[in-house]
């Protein structure tokens, strides 16, 4: 993830959610993305309680997901 060095956002956790979950953060994207019918919080709730994810990585990935879908 080189190219996220001077990231700024929720894209600046991507490296440090790797680092501590042991996943890339395509995995994670791709679970969010499956939450069609859930709203923001409710899918930052569901990744700290179905994958153990810190509130502020939960998110920072659930946040870079929803501006995505809105571009």
Not at 24 to 36: D, F, G, N, R
Not at 48 to 55: A, I, P, S, V
Not at 57 to 63: F, G, L
């Amino acid at each position: 993830m080189s190219e996220q060095k001077n990231a700024t956002g929720p894209v600046s956790y991507f490296p440090s959610i790797e680092k501590k979950y042991g996943q890339p953060i395509e995995h994670w994207l791709k679970l969010v993305q499956k939450q069609k019918d859930m709203k923001h919080m409710e899918v930052v709730n569901w990744l700290k309680n179905e994958h153990g994810l810190g509130h502020g990585h939960a998110n920072a990935i659930v946040a870079h997901c929803f501006s995505q879908k809105s571009a």
